[in-house]
């Protein structure tokens, strides 16, 4: 005892490391663990010097190097910080948060914690702390309190780790000085170029740059030109600026193309092992898309008594792509294929992608098999898994299987296909019966002229052949997972929990303002989401309910950890039919063959990769979808100007998002666009509402507006409320070719009664009724009388106006909001919902009798034309003073002798009966009543593309 107690005196502290073992296995001369360097500085309670820290660990001279290295290695991972003095601190000790920054288009940005990610704990960098970094660098963050809106504010103190090392962007020549600007909008700095750096591009070229000096509080970051892409609008760069903007990986290494260089064209007899099956003459048939390149899946059903076989035939990729070599490595590092339109990005050479792993027609491929025998009720009874050797007997599309399943064909494969069919829809009733989700959606396909941009898009129609490959696929897919999950091998799944607390709340808040409920309480399962989606479908506002549903929900991962599939209502769920493209089916593949072969898969850490493969998941999706929106911003500017019809698609705090109808592009309606007024944003109504008129517009409102601007710099397209609003009765200033929307269409008729996906062209009317004034909608009860003595003065017009009772209306000169409540009973009406008022045609020489007050019919009254015409002065009313003003009498005016008739004047009218000019009352100063004509402009189109500060 005694002799032991000696021993451990004698043991020098670097000894006592208690992960020593673990050391020894990874180098031949380990340093003191982390966490044993951790314990001694929690130990001693104060900050250390290196030169402490390495003489109380023992450290000798010749590793003084490798220890600071670890010491640095530590301070990148967030671990310690090391001062300004140059100790060494525990950085739990120093209330820092180690985070990663995600930087906003508007300058400011958020530190997103490592351990709180996905949480909402994010912590508000403002611009000026923004300025050190840039989007995706690793810091360290001291919260410094709540900024004006409430949100936790924080203080950069430490940049761990620059995440850009190159971007892309464009570059351009400012007052002697090369600067690139980059093309992604989370950055907010421009890259100085050093002198002789610019690469020989010229002004306005995009091009790749090396960032030399990463930026700081007083200095932008410093770069040099590596790569000139070319000019902005040539075909194709805005595929290559957005690979380097998301860093997507697109160019395979050396190692990696020799590798499936040197991978076999054919199957080669000697690679046909014991247990591989021969499916060669079973007649498996591939079903894809007519644009479909590499076909990962074939499939084949036949009847067995009450029930059916069903055999899907999966592409081997395991066999060719062994763990560790070089196209493992690739494609690990891409996760998963990119599909832009016109071309991909694969995750597996060519070689591999569309030749020996692609099960082309009339070939020998190695597969994967899942053999499931099906009841009558949907249900797989049993199934086994098995490599095997195919042939192929037809590459059909869901086109032509659908043509043959409704006209019949003389093809061999027919029967085939009507036994899959048969199939299709026995385990259609069992998912209805399980309770999936299912929404009815419009996907849209680019058509594209020669020069590569788009001609037009159009709807992608989903017919019964889609949905019988995707129920195969799920069989397949929900068999794996079990196969995996009774074996006890741990696997990647594919994990989508249920909606959120606050998620849930703000969907039940919804579907309360349209008389809807969703069952299942605080934990709805999804046969309860799939009966809402069924009891919604036909609806006008089904699209708008589908997508609340949709938003409620959480995404998908790839995650060790099973917690089921919340919109497929199943249990277990895995990936294993596309191993071509998506990283964790292979692993799935290599998982299955280990089990069958009684071992075990060990890839790494399951979790990181779960984590790895979701992010190239989600980064795939932003590259597709930024690609998109260019080309639907490119295909926008030559239709500026024009009018088409669209609902709203998403609300915001700086706006509403319109997506037009039968053209299916999107843009917004800036908040300074909706009208005169203070517009608050409404979450919970999912809704933007006027603070003093209570227009409001809502998710799924349809709106008239018109294309103003498609700027390629940010891939917006912005779109201008058009109002209903009277025309001019004479024609004169529209045939001058005006593009300012008008608040009426010609003839009365609305301006959303325009067909989506058309342009609006005005059309004339000469009747009377056409022409008659316009009764301006009252704002609601409740808001104050304007002051007296500052309205104008009455104006005589030339029809009578019938005129509801209603409270005073406010101006409307200027006004760029949606109409207004008619009545004091519809205080608040969507702005899809409001109507002008109805103005029978009466004798245009009778005066106005009404019952509301003599200040209501100044403001309501206009002349046919909705301005001011010219004629004869008039005595005008007299101004009372109580600054009330009588209506004056209309007096006819006779033509001179030999006049022609105006024939933009209806015959029931005459030059002679136009308004009489108005008077400017005696000792108030009057405006004269601005004309909203094409010739001068309004304060709508001046503020067009003018934003509010920080409404973003």
């Known amino acids: 005892m005694a002799q032991s107690q000696k021993k451990q005196k004698k043991l020098s502290l ?20 982390r966490e044993f360097i951790m314990q001694i500085l929690a130990e001693q309670g104060v900050p250390l010097f290196p030169d402490e820290l390495a003489q109380m660990l023992s450290i000798l001279g010749d590793e003084q190097a490798f220890f600071e290295r670890r010491l640095r290695a530590m301070g990148r991972d967030g671990e310690i910080i090391i001062n300004r003095k140059g100790a060494v ?18 300058g400011f940005g958020f530190a997103i914690p490592d351990e709180g990610e996905g949480r909402g704990n994010d912590i508000f960098l403002p611009e000026r702390e923004m300025k050190k970094v840039m989007h995706g660098d690793r810091v360290m963050v001291r919260p410094s309190g709540l900024d004006r809106r409430g949100r936790q504010e924080g203080k950069i103190v430490e940049v761990l780790e620059h995440a850009v090392t190159k971007l892309v962007g464009r570059i351009q020549h400012e007052r002697g000085v090369w600067v690139v600007r980059p093309e992604d909008r989370r950055i907010n700095h421009d890259v100085l170029i050093e002198p002789g750096g610019d690469g020989g591009a010229q002004d306005g070229q995009v091009v790749m740059v090396d960032i030399l000096q990463q930026p700081d509080a007083y200095h932008q970051p410093v770069g040099r030109v590596a790569e000139v892409l070319g000019n902005y609008a040539d075909p194709g760069m805005e595929i290559e600026i957005a690979l380097r903007k998301h860093d997507l990986p697109h160019r ?91 071309r991909v990005i694969p995750m597996l050479p060519e070689a591999l992608s569309n030749g020996i792993c692609s099960l082309n027609p009339d070939v020998e491929r190695m597969c994967m098999v899942c053999d499931m025998q099906i009841n009558a009720k949907g249900d797989v009874k049993k199934y086994k898994f098995y490599p095997a050797v195919m042939q192929s007997k037809a590459r059909l599309t869901y086109n032509q299987v659908w043509d043959w399943l409704q006209n019949g064909t003389d093809h061999p494969m027919l029967p085939h296909v009507q036994d899959l069919y048969a199939l299709f829809k026995i385990l259609l009733t069992a998912r209805g019966k399980r309770g999936a989700i299912e929404f009815d959606s419009i996907e849209t396909q680019m058509i594209f002229n020669d020069k590569g941009k788009i001609e037009r898009i159009v709807p992608v ?40 607390d606050e998620k849930l709340e703000n969907l039940r808040n919804y579907l309360r303002l349209v008389s809807l409920t969703l069952g299942g309480g605080d934990k709805p399962s999804a046969k309860d989401y799939g009966k809402l989606a069924e009891q919604i479908h036909g609806r006008p506002d089904a699209p708008v309910l589908q997508t609340m549903l949709l938003r409620s929900m959480q995404q998908a991962v790839y995650t060790p950890d099973n917690a089921g599939h919340f919109g497929l209502a199943y249990e277990a769920y895995t990936h294993f039919t596309s191993p071509i493209r998506r990283y964790p089916d292979l692993l799935v593949h290599r998982a299955i063959k280990a089990v069958l072969k009684g071992e075990k898969y060990k890839p790494g850490k399951w979790a990181a990769l779960g984590v790895h493969c979701s992010m190239t998941e989600r980064r795939a999706d932003d590259a597709s979808r930024d690609v998109e929106s260019w080309l639907k911003t490119y295909y926008m500017r030559d239709k500026i100007g024009e009018v088409f019809q669209g609902k709203i698609s998403a609300v915001t705090s700086f706006g509403v998002f319109v997506l037009l109808d039968n053209v299916y592009v999107e843009g917004l309606v ?283």
Not at 89 to 106: E, F, N, P, T
Not at 272 to 301: N, S
Not at 761 to 776: F, G, K, L, Q, Y
């Open 461 to 500: 129609v989903r017919n019964d052949a889609h949905r019988l490959i995707e129920e195969c696929m799920l069989a397949a897919n929900v068999c794996s997972a079990d196969f995996l999950q009774k074996n006890g091998h741990k696997a990647l799944y594919r994990v989508h929990e249920g909606p959120t």
């Open 89 to 106: 601190c525990v950085a739990q000790k120093l209330d820092l948060i180690r985070c990663k920054v995600s930087g906003h288009r508007d």
């Open 14 to 33: 670097r000894d006592q490391d208690p992960f020593l073992e673990r050391e020894k296995l990874k180098y031949s001369n380990p340093l003191p663990s």
């Open 670 to 952: 800036h908040i300074s666009e909706l009208g005169k007024d203070y517009f608050h944003f409404k979450k919970e109504l999912q809704a933007i509402i006027g603070e003093k008129s209570g227009v409001q517009y809502r998710l799924g409102d349809t709106l008239t507006v018109k294309v103003m601007s498609a700027n390629l710099e940010n891939a917006q397209v912005e779109f201008a409320l058009v109002r209903d609003e009277q025309s001019p009765a004479g024609g004169a200033s529209e045939e001058g070719g005006s593009t300012k929307p008008s608040r009426r269409r010609r003839g009365g008729q609305s301006a959303g009664a325009a067909k989506g996906g058309q342009p609006v062209a005005p059309s004339i009317s000469a009747s009377p009724e056409a022409a008659a004034p316009v009764e301006p909608v009252s704002k609601p009860a409740g808001l104050p009388a304007p002051p007296q003595g500052r309205r104008r003065p009455a104006k005589q017009p030339s029809a009578p106006v019938v005129r509801e009772q209603a409270a005073p209306p406010q101006p409307t000169s200027g006004r760029r909001g949606a109409g207004k409540p008619e009545s004091a009973a519809a205080a608040k009406p969507a702005a899809s919902q409001v109507k002008p008022a109805t103005e029978p045609a009466a004798s245009p020489a009778a005066p106005v009798k009404s019952s509301r007050p003599a200040s209501n019919r100044q403001a309501g009254a206009k002349s046919p034309a909705g301005k001011p015409q010219a004629g004869p002065k008039q005595p005008s009313a007299r101004t009372s003073s109580q600054g009330r003003s009588q209506p004056a009498k209309p007096v006819a005016a006779t033509p001179p002798a030999g006049a022609k008739p105006n024939p933009s004047v209806p015959p029931s009218e005459s030059p002679g009966q136009t308004k009489p000019a108005p008077r400017r009352p005696q000792g108030r100063r009057s405006q004269p009543p601005q004309a909203e004509t094409p010739s001068q402009p309004t304060a709508r189109k001046r503020g067009a593309n003018k934003r509010r500060t920080g409404e973003e």
């Open 252 to 342: 395979f290494p050396g190692d990696a193309l020799e590798q499936a260089k040197a991978t076999p064209k054919k199957v080669r007899k000697k690679d046909w092992t014991k247990d591989r099956v021969d499916l060669r003459d079973l007649p498996l048939v591939t079903i894809d898309g007519e644009t479909a390149r590499d076909f990962d899946d074939a499939v084949y059903a036949e009847k067995q008594g009450k029930g059916f076989r069903l055999v899907v035939a999966i592409a081997d990729v395991s066999f060719y792509v062994q763990p560790g070599d070089a196209l493992d490595r690739e494609a690990l590092t891409r996760g998963t294929s990119v599909y832009f339109p016109r």
